[in-house]
């Protein structure tokens, strides 16, 4: 069987757990305190940070784009990359957005404070990074709502690896309440399209002890 | 012709430039200021950042992994990823190694605080993010030896886009006088090899007005 080493509010381990998903690829989860630098754990990936995804026969593979564009690779079916050179670019493009953009902008700003800054016991969370995050998340979901606009999913009309992406860290800030869904009707349409999915199960039932997420962070009709 | 928008010393964009280069791929450079964030370029990369790849056709496409995973699948020869999703997943995982925390712990520390920030005129270096980057230079330079000690290049067999991004990294640092080569002869012996590419002439002809590069900045033999 394979394992996944992750973090509950990990955007790129959540990343991967949808790819598995969609791939209806079976798999172990095993939580990695990645901060207490574990010897094993570095043998897998000398960058110390989750994911990791560990094959039956031992292969290790590190990262968030790079085990999700192996597993396509490896197990074609469904597709998640979109065909042709540029088709692929343009679903790589926006995974990086939300891989790096979004993650530096609100993911880091939001999550880390309110939630990794706790569990670190790095004292409290820095309320202008707060507010930074709340401002910033405005401008990613109009940006969802002006792709969805002109085309069915993020990259284009099949669901690919960009929309899982943009998913995965929307679903974190979601996780804590911080996501203005009133305000953005496009975006909340598109995200209830993915919440909906089988693949995306598992993260609904995610709970971390003594930061229970809002009552409707689990709800398909929110 | 395509044009490849870039920067100087934007390892991102050297990256680009390397990969034009092994593929044989004619293009003109227009370097942009992205601090500016002129609206037409805003047009062709809503994130701001160079480098970006315009087509003879007018498709842009943004991101030096982006663009290099493109120019690989649409011009296959020199093949620079690797074959098969598992050799394709140690290229993609360097590749990260180097864009994000070699950029992070060295990069931004070394040639943002000395360059960048000087022509921003955001105020004199960071003495501290200078010490922090020449420290962790060494471990960088140290894995590469090790890897190359294992492997006749980073990833494998054959010289790679790992290769490549690492090369572009170092190579602005390298501009800087700040890679201690002496102390990593392993590295020192794999960055000659690349060096001597014709992919990577133009690289070394690159003058920056005011801040010229050390004697062996351009010496094949340093």
Redesign the interface.
Known sequence: MRTLYHNWLSPHSRKVRIVLGEKKLAFDLEVEKTWERREGFLRLN??GEVPVLVEANG?A???S???S??LD??HPTPPLMGAG??E??EV??LC??FDE?FDREVTVNLVGEKIMKRFLGLGSPDSTAIRAGKANINHHLA?IGYLVERRTWLAGDHLTLADITAAAHVSCVDYLGDVPWANFALAKDWYARIKSRPSFRSLLQDHIPGAPPPRHYQDLDF
Chains 1, 2 share one sequence.
């Open positions: 000398p960058a292969t593979i590190s990262g784009q790079v085990i564009e192996y690779e490896s050179p540029l692929r670019a790589r493009r990086q957005w953009k940006y």
